[in-house]
């Protein structure tokens, strides 16, 4: 990994985002791909889908809708290991989606009327599981059990088509929908998916969502991006990134196997330390290296290593690590130091924190309850994680009789008047006229 040297920097607010790690090319070229794919998709529907499954995944005869009676045909032939492994993180995810739900709440004024607050859930939501390179049954669990907890009565879920599985989806995600009891499911993938979801695609029966969420590439990030406004989405969640602060109390091998762990989902992966120690990037550096030499996918973890938007980033003080990493504001910001409840003040910005040596982001990525559906590039700043409140929208109700609304009437009238929109008055004050006819009170 290159170091980012900045001791003797004067590291501001202002500045701090131009010494942080990122992908710095392609995004106009991505943006236009993306537009021409979700176009072809709203104009062409199901031949469009076809074709991109041919072009991007190389599955020649796919069948976009996929039947229930394969869902239930992958579900039978789940390991019972891996069955134990997702019943262990819906059971999690669950608990900690259902104990995030927010309350209703409800105003009382003293001089009457109410305003109250009530969370309802969409009609509808699609959920985007990635293939490519990796397999993500835990998506699965992670997208479906925040829109279940929600409330959501109609889930669908696609995934790309998968040469190696005969033109199928990857017979674990289907099984882990089969456990969650979603039985609409369409083998589609990329931009063109996004596009499905939004849009709708009638001569397979697919009706449009209203919200749409999931992990993905750039592709897929930049086209919930360009969709956001026809349904709603989670966030812009694209190629995976982590952040790790950490001083010299940090133990290097754990530090090193977190980096990596990250590193192997893509060559586009993003991967930081942010230090005040050059013992310890030192360390880490050699225990990198060893372990990329003995990992699986070395090949790709060492491209994401290596990127422009990875690095070893050394600084001169702990305030100097604080602004770097809300400058970086990570999908996964993991904190190695000595004592990690005085750090947590000093961050803003992150998708999820992990705190402490035995708190990996693997153990999130999996069956931590916490989940792993969170912004990227930079989105933590405005951005949440998935959760229920993906799923639903807050509205309020507001209930005022004739008494109560005497005591705002002057207020209403006078702003209304300051504003030059008198009508807004004259509707108030239609309703204490003698000659307007009133309605009978039940």
Known sequence: MRLVDLRGMNITRSSAPSFVPRVSVGVSEVEAVVSGLLAEVKREGSAALIRQAKDFDGVTDVQLSVSEKDIRAAAKKLDRGTKNALLESIRRVRAASEDSLPAASRTEYHTGGSVATRYVPVDRAGVYIPGGKAVYPSSVVMNVVAAQAAGVKDIVLVSPAQDQCEGQIHPSILAAADLLGVTEVYAMGGAGAIAALAYGVAEIGLEPVDVITGPGNQYVAEAKRQVKGIVGIDSEAGPTEIGIIADDTAHPEFVAADLLSQAEHDELASVVLITTSHELASRVEHALTRRLSATKHHE?????????????????????????????????????????????????????????????????????????????????????????????????????DKAALAQIRDAVVTLANAEDLPAHGEAIEARFSDTTEQPTEA
């Open 300 to 400: 790709r973890a060492g491209v994401a290593l290596m990127g422009e938007q990875s690095g070893v980033i050394l600084v001169d003080s702990l305030e100097h690590l604080y602004l770097m990493a809300n400058a970086y504001a990570p999908e996964h910001l993991s904190v190695m130091m000595e004592n990690p409840e005085d750090v947590l003040p000093h961050i803003r910005h992150a998708g999820a924190i992990f705190i402490g040596p035995y708190t990996p982001v693997s153990a999130g990525d999996y069956a931590a309850g916490s989940n792993h559906v969170l912004p990227t590039d930079g989105s933590a700043r405005f951005s949440s994680g998935l959760s229920p409140l993906s799923f639903l929208r807050s509205q309020q109700v507001i209930d005022y």
